[in-house]
């Protein structure tokens, strides 16, 4: 697993991660989301043991990244924009020169897993061509194939999908979602929030190096927002009366349509419902209203500066 205690990393007088903590399981997502220079990859690279946090400490299934940096290096697979190719090698030279630093000795395992992940990730043809001569979606392809090739337990993911066309994001966004289901702890950063609401688990909103919230896409909404709301439309006008639970809110009431505010909707739903068609009510639709992750995100973006947590 990946936790991270009061993470933090100072360069001169610049504090670029300031007290990041949060914990990655295994067969769980966790998505940094947040502009660039939020903090991201200075995150991941110090729990990559890449470098030395100012303060803190981190652990990588359960080594520490400070004191037990070589086993970190052999439990992690990572992907960053700013790790670089080496052009002159070609594709299946290049993910064998890291299988060896891996530790695969025995040739024959070596070329099976180079061999599939050349395929699976589109490489195979351009598997004898030189990395310098890749595109940058072939190039960022060829950089996750490196970080799958020692088949690591946990996967530190600094913008995957980076200058990726719609086909070979979505099947990174597929590989993705399946090593998650082999049980792998995979922490993402990424700037796209619809790429964090379609992978992770739990997300964890960062900016100036600070995590401002975390929790589920709905934990967020929910505690952005308040209780969900739901717009309940009627098919001819309705000004008859109903006794609703008491937590339940009118937020609004038109004679076409009503905005509730309903905690507890699994169980507060059908009993709305029921009340209305009892009073002979004609129903046409209850459906929740939608909050975006884009809505929420910017919310807590605004309440933190509210606070003075970031400028």
Request: proline share 5%; glycine share 6%.
């Amino acid at each position: 697993m990946i936790e991270a205690e009061a993470l933090s990393k100072q360069f001169d007088s610049f504090w670029a991660v300031r007290e990041v903590t949060f914990t990655v399981k295994m067969g769980e997502i966790l998505a940094l989301l947040g502009q660039n220079g939020a903090g991201k990859t200075t995150t991941i690279r110090m729990l990559n043991a890449l470098l030395r946090p100012t303060r803190g400490r981190a652990r990588i299934m359960g080594y520490d990244t400070v004191e037990q940096p070589e086993a970190v290096h052999r439990s992690v697979g990572m992907l960053t924009e700013q790790h670089s190719l080496y052009l002159r090698m070609n594709g299946y030279e290049y993910l064998e020169f890291y299988a060896r630093l891996y530790g695969l000795h025995d040739p024959g395992e070596r070329r099976r897993r180079i061999t599939s992940l050349l395929e699976y990730f589109g490489l195979g043809q351009a598997a004898s061509r030189r990395c310098g001569e890749y595109s940058k979606g072939m190039r960022q392809k060829l950089s996750l194939a490196r970080a799958l090739i020692h088949e690591p337990p946990v996967l530190l993911l600094d913008e995957p999908t980076s200058a990726m066309d719609p086909e070979a994001a979505q099947l990174v966004r597929q590989e993705i979602l399946r090593l998650r289901s082999k049980n792998r702890a995979i922490l993402i950063s990424t700037h796209n929030l619809t790429e964090a609401e379609m992978l992770a688990d739990r997300i964890a909103i960062i900016a100036e190096g600070r995590i401002l919230a975390t929790g589920t896409p709905q934990e967020l909404k929910r505690e952005v927002f308040g209780e969900a709301e739901y717009l309940l439309r009627f098919q001819s006008p309705w000004e008859g009366a109903i006794t609703l639970p008491e937590s339940v809110e009118v937020v609004e009431r038109k004679p076409m349509e009503w905005r509730l505010r309903v905690p507890q909707p699994q169980t507060m739903l059908p009993l709305i419902w029921r009340g209305l068609l009892e009073q002979g009510a004609a129903l046409l639709t209850l459906q929740e209203v939608p909050r975006s992750l884009e809505e929420t995100y910017l919310a807590v973006m605004a309440r933190a500066r509210e606070r003075g947590e970031i400028q």
